[in-house]
């Protein structure tokens, strides 16, 4: 099995910033894509970045310009470096993997358990 822990949330002023960062860990075949995606109190968990194995990336509209998704893919880590924080920001924050599962012989959508970050004075 294979899992996520995400590390890095808190309490941040407005026009702050933080870094969030997971790791997959267990018996892992292969990752083809690492992405965040957040869910705000009453609202439907939405995408904030992804990125795939060779490098590209994609963000969603409201957080282009702020934040910066990274990966390490011998280490199946992924980074997200959060600037200009604003009080929209405030959500749960979960990692999410592609990863093939050799026993079911597919790729599967892993998440993590979620990391709070609250934008607030």
């Known amino acids: 099995q294979v899992q996520l822990v995400e590390s890095g949330g808190g309490l941040v002023q407005p026009g702050g910033s933080l870094r969030l960062s997971c790791a997959a860990s267990g018996t892992i075949s292969r990752i083809n894509a690492m992405g965040w995606y957040r869910q705000a109190p009453g609202k439907e968990r939405e995408l904030v970045a992804t990125i795939i194995s060779g490098g590209s990336t994609n963000y969603a509209d409201s957080v282009k310009g702020r934040f910066t998704i990274s990966s390490d893919n011998a280490k199946n880590t992924v980074s997200l470096q959060m600037n200009n924080l604003k009080p929209e920001d405030t959500a749960v924050y979960y990692c999410?993997?592609?990863?093939?599962?050799?026993?079911?012989?597919?790729?599967?959508?892993?998440w993590g358990q979620g990391t709070l970050v609250t934008v607030s004075l």
């Open positions: 999410n993997a592609n990863s093939y599962d050799r026993g079911q012989r597919r790729y599967l959508q892993l």
